[in-house]
């Protein structure tokens, strides 16, 4: 893997009280007592004697003692070649030419990756695109919610005979997943009929156990396995995401350098070296020193909001625990919310302005656009449009990403943005690591665990029993209090 400078930078002078006028970070917690210019100007040792920094420091051992004991296997994908190599051999077996369409049936981890590189990395509108337009790869849906309408509306207008179904689930017992999966395997057997379902479906599940890994080994479908230290939520570098996107015709293995790239970077123990270490250091002491726990993603990109959902997954599940490592009680967590530049300046920076100093802002800009579109000047001579003549579509996107960061620092509202060079397989390789890394440190920083999801289990538990599965109880679930109808 390359060891290229990552595509991804962090300005978050926009954090610093310095700069912003109330409610940042004092820049000595960062610098050791010297001021920001001051500490590039010296950098080295200097940088790292600030309390955030040391703060950091032990954030990192934690994670560096994760890692050797093997709880970490996403910072392993990148450089596991024979597991990517399957990948792209799954794909190429399977061969693009024979379906139009790809559907990816699973929830949360197991279909939000998908779904942020089908919808950063393909063209705009991939699905409605025809086949030329494709390259003749095929159409790429993802089916990660039971609601009957619009799964039903999604396999009426299939042609089954020309469609494949990537059934995913690390644990092989998802219910939402499970009940997708048998209702395509039903419609399969009616239209092409039982022996040849089989063509239909490939599975990626977990290697030795679950529901999954046994139908795949009775009726042998065609399976990939996801490794077991890599969690449903960090494993879009994986099977889970690498398949599809190879499918469509994405490159994996410059997505897998990207991200190579960064966990390079994110190697050192200094704070202001380590781009994810100041990602989860500033916005955990946003949360614990400042108050601001409500983290806003906020991509000025179409492409990227799919990135944006699947990083709430990945900063909730991860952060929001009951218990401390040590076993204490904690309820601790910051709460993720996904916007969108320029729209939601048309919903929420009103609120982010003038609302409670319980936010920070997190921008995901880039240096570049693939394409842009020239405003053209119509009415030259009306002032109320002649500014926006012979500007484009992505200046004026860009300029009112800029301009908002920058009203939000002078009404003393911290944000920090996350550049890329530009939204292609490398800057996003890149980013989703940058996130990945960054999520395993706040876990450290807040002393939570930040592998696991107990919190989640007794909403399972509890639906189970509901639907009668053997081994669960059905619930008592009270009734409604007349009282509170209206």
Not at 23 to 47: C, E, K, M, N, W
Not at 312 to 326: P, T, V
Not at 393 to 405: H, K, Y
Request: charged fraction near 20%.
């Amino acid at each position: 893997m390359s060891g290229r400078r990552p595509p991804v930078t962090i300005h978050f002078d926009n954090m610093v009280a310095g700069v912003l006028a109330g409610g940042g970070i004092d820049p000595a917690r960062l610098f050791g007592g010297r001021s920001a210019v001051d500490a590039a100007d010296t950098g080295g040792p200097a940088v790292a004697q600030g309390d955030l920094a040391r703060r950091f420091h032990q954030a990192f051992e934690a994670v560096r003692s994760w890692r050797e004991a093997g709880d970490l296997g996403f910072l392993d994908l990148p450089a596991d070649r024979s597991l990517a190599a399957r990948t792209r051999e799954a794909a190429d077996a399977l061969g693009h030419r024979r379906f139009d369409d790809v559907v990816v049936i699973g929830i949360g981890g197991s279909a939000l990756g998908a779904a942020a590189l089908r919808d950063a990395l393909l063209p705009p509108g991939w699905n409605e695109l025809d086949d030329a337009a494709r390259g003749q790869r095929p159409r790429l849906h993802v089916l990660d919610n039971p609601d009957p309408d619009s799964a039903g509306a999604l396999l009426d207008r299939l042609d089954l005979g020309r469609t494949l179904f990537n059934v995913v689930s690390k644990s092989g017992s998802t219910a939402e997943t499970l009940a997708l999966f048998l209702t395509v395997w039903g419609r399969l057997e009616e239209t092409v009929g039982p022996g040849r379902a089989r063509d239909h479906v490939v599975v990626t599940t977990d290697a030795r156990r679950g529901f999954l890994r046994g139908i795949a080994e009775e009726h042998g479908l065609r399976s990939l396995s996801v490794p077991g230290n890599v969690g449903g939520r960090f494993s879009v570098l994986s099977p889970v995401g690498l398949l599809p996107a190879a499918l469509a015709g994405i490159d994996t293995e410059a997505l897998l350098d990207g991200a190579s790239s960064m966990a390079a970077q994110c190697e050192t123990p200094i704070l202001l070296q380590n781009p994810a270490g100041t990602l989860a250091t500033l916005l955990h002491a946003a949360d614990t020193d400042h108050g601001a726990g409500i983290h806003v993603f906020m991509p000025y990109a179409d492409r990227l909001q799919g990135v944006a959902r699947w990083l709430q997954q990945l900063w909730a599940e991860s952060l929001g625990k009951a218990r401390k490592l040590d076993g204490a009680r904690a309820e601790t967590g910051p709460t993720p919310l996904p916007a969108l530049g320029a729209p939601d300046q048309h919903s929420l920076l009103q609120l982010l302005m003038e609302g409670p100093r319980d936010k920070v802002v997190v921008f995901l800009g880039r240096a570049a656009a693939d394409r842009d579109v020239a405003i053209p000047s119509p009415f030259p001579d009306n002032a109320a449009v002649s500014h926006l003549a012979g500007c484009s579509l992505f200046e004026l996107l860009d300029r009112e990403r800029v301009a908002t960061a920058e009203a939000l620092r002078r009404a003393g509202r911290p944000n920090l943005t996350i550049m890329m060079d530009r939204v292609d397989v490398r800057s996003v390789g890149a980013l989703l690591m940058l996130f990945q890394i960054a999520t395993v440190h706040a876990g450290a920083l807040y002393g939570v665990d930040p592998m696991d999801q107990p919190g989640v289990e007794l909403g399972k538990s509890l639906t189970s029993g509901l639907m009668g599965k053997p081994g669960h109880q059905a619930p008592a679930i009270p009734s409604p209090d007349a009282r509170w109808r209206v």
